[in-house]
Each structure stands twice: as C-alpha cells, then as structure tokens.
C-alpha cells in the first residue's frame, strides 16, 4: 500500500497493492500492523459501517463531538464518490478548509480522515456502496454537523444542489460560524 499526503496535515489517501490475475483480483483492504506502521499513527478501529446510496446522494458534513469524535478510514465498494473532510480543529493552520478525493470500486482509494474533521460524500454514479472503519463507536447524542452549502467552505460537489438528495437532517445543519 502507499500513502498519498494531500495538503491538509492528518488527511491521506491509501493506494492498495493489488494483485490482478486471471481470475480477478486481491488486495488487502485493511492491514492494521501496516496502516499503523504506513501511517505512524495508532489506530484501532472499533466499528465497520455500510451505506448505499443513489446518484446525488449527498451525506454530510458529519462529526460527533468530544470525546466520541471519530476517525474514519473510508472508500467505495460499488460506484464512484466525491469524499469531503473539512477541518475542524482549533488551531490547525487548514482550519475551515477541505480536502476533496474521488473514490471509486475502480480506483480503490481509500481516504483517512482523522479525529477533528466534518465528513461527507456525494454520489457521482447511479448507485454507490460506501464502506467505512471508525476508531470510535456511534454515539447518538454527540452527533454533529455543518451545512454541505456553507458558502464560506464553498465546497464543489460536482453536482448541482438542485440535483442533491439531502436528508431533513441534513438541510437543518448550522455553518462554520454557527458552530
Ligand atoms: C452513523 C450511524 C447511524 N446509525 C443509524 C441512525 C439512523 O437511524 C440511521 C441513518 O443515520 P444517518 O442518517 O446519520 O446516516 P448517514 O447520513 O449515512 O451518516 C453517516 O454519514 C457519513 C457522511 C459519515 O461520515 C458517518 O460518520 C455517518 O455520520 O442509522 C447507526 O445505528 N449507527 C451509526 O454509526
């Protein structure tokens, strides 16, 4: 595997060593002694989750607060996505800044998304089955959110709102300033 650094410290992408043959194709998708060992970090992740979605989906921004906050290490089994983290974290040189990745069943990247950070993603295929580890289990109560059309974030979904599928929930999230 090789790790991709983008321009927001803590945020990578994980490119898998995978080994076609005529058969199909293997790759490990999770390897916790490398990721950690790849990654210097120490993670332990504690719980898988799975969505489908369809073509505009959008989900998101997403965090939980305090001490339940989450890192996710995300990627797409079925379809392509555009992912999204946003910098939350006080102090941090990128904060209210977003980093943007196309994940897609092709390309296999994987995006790490540390601690601190609001996620989501859209669906850019017809369909997309999304697959991700969180270091920290789902805490309703400390659930949180920003607005996916925070004008201040000015994200580029690749999609047009009006094309977006957005839970209630979702479209009552607050902006940055709100937080
Ligand atoms: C996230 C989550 C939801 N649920 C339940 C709550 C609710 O009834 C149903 C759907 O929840 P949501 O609408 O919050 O699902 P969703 O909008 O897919 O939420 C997810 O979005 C992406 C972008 C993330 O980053 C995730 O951390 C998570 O927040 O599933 C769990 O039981 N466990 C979980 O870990």
Redesign the pocket.
Known sequence: MEIIKTPIDGCFVIKPAVFPDPRGYFFESFNEQRFNEKSKLNIHFV?D?Q?MSSYGVL????F?KGEHA?A?L?RVLKGEVLDVAVDLRQGSATYGQYYSVLLSEENKLQFFVPRGFA???VVLSKHAEFF?K?DNY?N?GS?GGLHYADPSLNIDWKIPFEELLV?D??KELPVLEGL
């Open positions: 719980q989750n969505s989900r998101g921004l997403h939980q989450q996710k995300v996620h989501g993603f991700y969180c789902y309703k659930e839970s929930k979702d």
